[in-house]
């Protein structure tokens, strides 16, 4: 994984709160990082729409 993806996952699990089981669920999708991870997860229900947005705004502000 790269460095910006381990970043991600640490803002998902220490800035919005979401458990690690919930992320390795998300992850079980082959087509998860990078790019469709934020939504994986909200099609699941385990972010809400201001979570999502949150992490778009975090992937614009890195470059992601």
Avoid: C
């Amino acid at each position: 994984m790269n460095p910006t993806a381990t970043r991600l996952l640490n803002f998902l699990q220490q800035d919005l709160d979401i458990p690690p089981e919930s992320i390795n669920l998300a992850f079980k999708d082959k087509q998860a990082m990078p790019h469709h991870f934020p939504m994986i997860l909200w099609q699941y229900g385990l972010l809400d729409k201001q979570q999502l947005e949150s992490v778009f705004d975090w992937l614009d502000d890195h470059d992601f």
